[in-house]
């Protein structure tokens, strides 16, 4: 992923280690190397790589992990200040909360 | 004797060449080797083609002729994910459980939550999974875990989650190294050839907004001295059209083919950047034209159509976050309106100087 990292400084992710169990799941579901093991607990090792996708928090019974999640996408976020609710999230156009993605509209995914 | 509740997907559809029996009765076998018709179909969706009616039936499929003990792979109902997991199993007994994502691949599924545990839990048991398999695990891709709770899917099915590599072409080395993903079949990247592979798609969606820029620009290139002159309509099409064009190829092709290497690390920014290349372009091909404001016009619209275009690359790209592209979008939506009017502005003064 050489030259290919985006903005930082706003990333919302917070990880409280002492509720850490050392599970692994963490570890296994990130696609960007966020977390690593540290000797029997999950430790984070590049904060600013994460996108937000909140697979890890999901996956985290433990409640070690927040982010406020969502999809990192211009259009979706666009859709989202015509829609109430303001959700941002992809899916099905046909869906009645319709991300940026499906049948009724052009989009990404 | 088959289970009446349970659903099966079709064995009538076109990619299936055969079925093999279950307790749960007849599951439909998929070859690992794609036809030309399932290349034609993907290629079609490539570029745009009836992407979001790309479907298969949900359930449970076989490769090969699996046992009980052959693993059980999930995956999303979108064909063109569905083709390139099964191509990845030759010489393979295993089983393919596909979930109703209505045809959108695992991980913008995962993300809406259509790849999700819910539908997970109801898939493996109206697929009658548990009669059909002795082991209980399911090797569910590791982009599916935005929607996908592991812990959840243990306790309301049984099942065991193993999170899978998130690329298909790494499932033979996977299956073969008893289930363990390496950190780098963990790792997403965006590699050249991801981009390119995307810009059809890409282009094809802002291609009509683009259309309907340069028709405006013909149509109201004629409005000048004495109100209107289709002969300057015509005069000064080329001039509009190549701003236009110039914003297309700047923010969805140029931009995404070049994305690591453009300064900078907001896309709306790389996106003006390269819509500025096509600005200057512009204007040495129509140096001799005599119509400055026309020119000026046409830059500017191929800056800020760039930089449009290769902000919603945000989505499509696979390392950027919500509340990034919030702040960039703050800060670069502004600039990109005074652009447009600006744009319409210069435009419009081109009539007559």
């Not at chain 1, 029997?40 to 600013?48: E, H, I, P, Q, S």
């Not at chain 1, 990192?72 to 993605?101: L, M």
């Not at chain 2, 079709?10 to 030309?36: H, N, R, Y």
């Not at chain 2, 030759?90 to 939550?113: E, F, P, S």
Request: proline fraction near 5%.
């Amino acid at each position: 992923m050489a030259g290919l990292r985006y903005l930082e400084d706003v990333i919302t992710l917070q990880f409280d280690v002492d509720k850490c169990t050392g599970c692994q799941l963490c570890t296994q579901v990130c696609p960007h190397g966020v977390f690593v093991m540290g000797g029997n607990r999950a430790k984070v090792v590049d904060r600013g790589a994460c996108m937000e996708c909140g697979a890890c928090a999901l996956n985290c019974v433990f409640g070690a992990i927040e982010v406020q999640s969502g999809v990192g996408c211009a259009a979706a976020i666009i859709a989202s200040y015509f829609r109430r609710g303001g959700e941002v999230s992809c899916g099905p156009g046909d869906t009645a909360d319709a991300g940026s993605c499906g049948s009724s509209s052009g989009g990404c995914c | 004797m088959p289970d009446s509740k349970v659903t099966r997907p079709g064995l009538d559809q076109p990619f299936v060449t055969g079925s093999i029996d279950t307790l749960t009765g007849p599951v439909p076998v998929v070859p690992t080797e794609l036809t030309w018709r399932d290349r034609r179909g993907g290629y079609k969706v490539r570029w745009g083609f009836g992407r979001y009616s790309y479907t298969i039936d949900p359930g449970l499929y076989a490769v090969g002729s699996p046992s009980d003990l052959s693993p059980v792979l999930v995956t999303a109902n979108y064909k063109l994910t569905f083709d390139t997991v099964r191509r990845t199993l030759a010489g393979r007994d295993v089983w393919i459980l596909v979930l109703d994502t209505r045809g959108i691949n695992v991980w913008c599924a995962a993300g809406k939550g259509t790849f999700g545990t819910d539908e997970l839990v109801s898939r493996v048991k109206s697929a009658g999974l548990a009669q059909v398999v002795s082991h209980e695990i399911l090797v569910v891709p590791q982009l599916g875990a935005t929607g996908v709770a592991a812990p959840q899917v243990r306790g309301r099915t049984g099942f065991r989650v193993v999170w899978g590599p998130v690329r298909a072409t790494d499932l033979p080395e996977f299956l073969d190294s008893n289930m363990r993903a390496t950190p780098e079949m963990r790792a997403v990247t965006f590699p050249l050839r991801d981009r390119l592979v995307l810009i059809p798609v890409e282009a094809a969606n802002v291609l009509k907004l683009t259309a309907a820029v340069a028709a405006g620009a013909v149509v109201t290139g004629g409005i000048g001295p004495g109100w209107y002159s289709i002969a300057r309509a015509l005069e000064r099409a080329p001039i509009g059209i190549a701003g236009a064009v110039a914003a297309i190829v700047a923010g969805t092709v140029v931009t995404p083919a070049l994305l690591p290497w453009i300064p900078c690390r907001m896309f709306a920014v790389k996106g003006a950047i390269a819509g500025l290349a096509g600005a200057l372009l512009i204007n040495l091909a129509f140096l001799g034209a005599g119509a400055p404001l026309s020119l000026a016009a046409a830059g500017v619209f191929a800056v800020i159509g760039s930089s449009f275009g290769a902000m919603n690359f945000t989505g499509t790209s696979t390392f950027t976050s919500l509340h990034g592209v919030e702040k960039e979008m703050r800060l670069v939506m502004p600039w990109q309106a005074i652009g447009a009017v600006l744009a319409v502005g210069l435009w419009i003064a081109g009539g007559w100087y």
